[in-house]
């Protein structure tokens, strides 16, 4: 059974740090998303990584996929109050399989 | 262009009943899919439909089960409710459904049990 796990679960930052999501799984894939839901909210498409090596940068945020090592990572550069929210990735096997999502509080 | 509608977006239920979730993917998106979100369980696969088939369908008990219409409407139907039903149900359309296409997520219903 393909699982997903998500480190750390619950991350506070202060603004303007940097720090980096992991998303390990366990089985092969090489595709992977990554979303943002804040509280009460729905889930935020943020990045479809497709293959190994990709990476893809959408202002603070920098998403990679490493497919041989089975991880995923989001970088968070220069964080603002903005960026508060969960953030899940999802790997593909046939359906999306989600990591427990990581709480993220950017404090001023 | 419309996102994803859920209808109802809340809804208050007792153990026994049965309910019903209907969900409208953005124009052009044939493809649906429903996910379950608790606190404790986390966001879990429910099923995806295409072209008003099943063709995935997650570990939840027959008593989950869901249709898609010609227009690529999708309801859920959740027969004689238990809490642990309690969620956020969020469904999800992309165009083919195919594994690299965004998937657009709808607002979702959350259903209470009581």
């Known amino acids: 059974e393909l699982k997903v796990e998500q480190n750390p679960l619950f991350l506070s930052m202060q603004e303007g740090k940097n720090y980096t999501i992991y998303c390990n799984y366990s089985?092969?894939?090489?595709?992977l998303y990554w979303y943002r839901q804040d509280p009460g909210k729905s889930l935020e498409s943020l990045f479809v990584?497709?293959?190994?090596?990709a990476v893809k940068q959408e202002g603070r945020l920098m998403a990679s996929l490493d497919t041989k090592a089975r991880l995923s990572t989001l970088h968070i550069t220069a964080a603002v109050h903005d960026l508060s929210a969960t953030y899940f990735c999802?790997?593909?096997?046939?359906?999306?399989?989600f990591g427990q999502g990581t709480e993220l509080s950017v404090k001023p | 262009k419309a996102g994803v509608t859920q209808t109802p977006r809340y809804l208050i239920k007792t153990r026994g009943q049965q309910v019903t979730l209907s969900c409208s993917p953005i124009?052009?998106?044939?493809?649906v899919s429903w996910y379950q979100q608790t606190p404790g369980q986390g966001l879990q696969f429910l099923f995806e439909?295409?072209?008003?088939?099943?063709?995935n369908k997650g570990n939840f008990p027959g008593r989950f089960s869901g249709r898609q219409f010609s227009n690529s409407r999708s309801e859920m139907n959740v027969s004689t409710l238990e809490l642990g039903d309690s969620a956020l149900y969020l469904c999800?359309?992309?165009?083919?459904?195919?594994?690299?296409?965004?998937?657009?997520f709808g607002p979702g219903t959350r259903l209470l049990v009581l």
């Open positions: 999800a359309s992309s165009p083919s459904g195919s594994w690299g296409e965004t998937q657009y």
């Open positions: 990584l497709l293959s190994n090596g």
């Open positions: 439909y295409f072209s008003e088939t099943q063709r």
């Open positions: 124009s052009g998106h044939r493809s």
């Open positions: 999802a790997v593909v096997r046939g359906k999306l399989i």
């Open positions: 089985t092969t894939s090489d595709r």
